[in-house]
């Protein structure tokens, strides 16, 4: 049974990854004008991310920063973050530096859903707990991409959005992921697709049904609570720790 949800996954995966770069096509030309056009420099951001296993890739998303912003800043990114670019505001809003992710995914270092690929100073970090994170292919989307899907909005303000990050987000991302990957099921990955779509339409209801899906499969309660988003996030520590982060080193 194992052997068979990997495969039709990646069936699914190389159909729905080629559909997608075929519809959004005229789309993503545009985009990729108008971002060339800012500052006439490459429209994409090709970063090294830790997939399967421990290993690297490269992730190819659009460009939604100035040019060497990661020389500039930290890797987590607030909304008011002043290296985003006028059209990387629009392109963030509506997750379109999502879209040429699927290019990774077509290649077979994605999948369409999974835990979010992290960069390796991130990951040089997680508890052993968290490694399991990475004994399967990263994804585009998954329960916890609906949930934190407004961390612009989380790490605003933050002096330092780095550490935010993982005392706030980190701590419930990584279990949502863990989550996951105890319950990794076609029909499962087909209902985390159509919430991820429907959380650009209706943030709320996404959030509904993702905390409805984690009830029917009998996550635990607070997980069930991080996902319904009612209370204000306070810092916590991460999977397999009992230490909130304070230092990423």
Known sequence: MRILTVVFKRLMDVFFSLFGLIVFCLPLIIVIFLIWRHDFRSPFYISARVGKNEKPFKIVKLRTMEINADKKGGDSTAVNDSRITP?????????????????????????????????KSETDIYTNTEKELLSIKPGITDFASIVFSDEGEILSGKANPDIAYNQLIRPGKSALGLFYIKNTKIHIDIII????????VSRSSALRINASVLKNLKAPRD??????????LFPKPPPGSNKIVTSRK
């Open 193 to 200: 697709l159509v919430i991820t779509v429907l959380s650009i």
């Open 87 to 119: 059209i990387g505001h629009f392109i963030r809003r509506y997750k379109l530096d999502e879209i040429t992710q699927l290019w990774n995914v077509l290649k077979g270092d994605m999948s369409l859903v999974g835990p979010r690929p992290n960069v």
């Open 223 to 232: 997980l069930i609570s991080t996902a319904e988003r009612k209370k204000k």
